[in-house]
């Protein structure tokens, strides 16, 4: 049976999972939840993922939620098709640097894009007013952490070394984002950043979900 993803063309946790599933050419199903209506809120949504958030994943019978976690379990029951996406698991030290560069994403960007996205574009979509100082608080601070991101990708291609991964990945809906939220932070980096990112956005599997996950995948 096709794997099944339950979740929203336009959500950003959606977007993050169906990245990898065009980088891997993994057959899928989206499964549209109505978001509006508060859908993932139902007790028949909640047994499957207990949050009430989206998405959550279904293989085979089997449900697993958390978009990082979805991205990481494909990639290992794909792991010979597409791009490998993961460290070789027998190195202690790539496994570790991978790690790291997964707390990176988490730590020190996610931490301040996703609240910013969310105070300027989620709040207005809410009809909320945004708070200007707010946001500029967590640009600031989000500036700041990309100086670490320019040391490391000065010494190297992708956040866990050479190789690009799901932490390089994970960053683009978010990324992504900040710009409609009307922050050009992303490209007023240093040479080393403005590669690495530009080269993500270039990813075919990028241009295929970016302007909302198609419905089913024609792999
Ligand atoms: N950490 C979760 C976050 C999921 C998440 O925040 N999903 C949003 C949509 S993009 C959602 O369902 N929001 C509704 C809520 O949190 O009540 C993941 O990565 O899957």
Not at 64 to 93: T, W
Not at 172 to 196: C, E, H, M, T
């Amino acid at each position: 049976m096709v794997i099944k993803l339950y979740g929203h063309p336009r959500s950003v946790c959606t977007t993050r999972v169906a990245i990898v599933l065009y980088q891997k050419e993994i057959p899928y199903e989206l499964i549209t939840i109505d978001f509006a209506n508060a859908e993932h809120k139902s007790p028949a949504f909640k047994e499957k993922q207990p949050f009430g958030q989206i998405p959550y994943l279904e293989d085979n019978g089997f449900i697993v939620f958390e978009s990082r976690a979805i991205c990481r379990y494909l990639a290992m029951k794909y792991k010979d098709q597409g791009p490998r996406l993961l460290p070789d698991f027998n190195n202690l030290h790539a496994t570790a640097l991978f790690e790291q560069a997964l707390s990176i994403e988490v730590a020190n960007f996610d931490a301040y894009a996703m609240p910013a996205v969310l105070e300027n574009v989620i709040k207005k979509m809410r009809g909320q007013t945004p708070n200007p100082e707010v946001f500029n608080a967590l640009i600031e601070e989000l500036d700041a952490k990309l100086k670490g991101y320019e040391v490391i990708l000065s010494k190297q291609k992708y956040l866990a070394g050479n190789e690009i991964t799901l932490a390089d990945l994970n960053h683009l809906p978010y990324g992504a984002l900040l710009l409609v939220a009307g922050s050009d932070i992303l490209s007023k980096q240093g040479p080393n950043f403005s590669r690495w990112w530009n080269e993500l956005l270039a990813l075919d599997s990028w241009k295929a979900v970016s302007q909302g996950v198609p419905e089913k995948s024609n792999f």
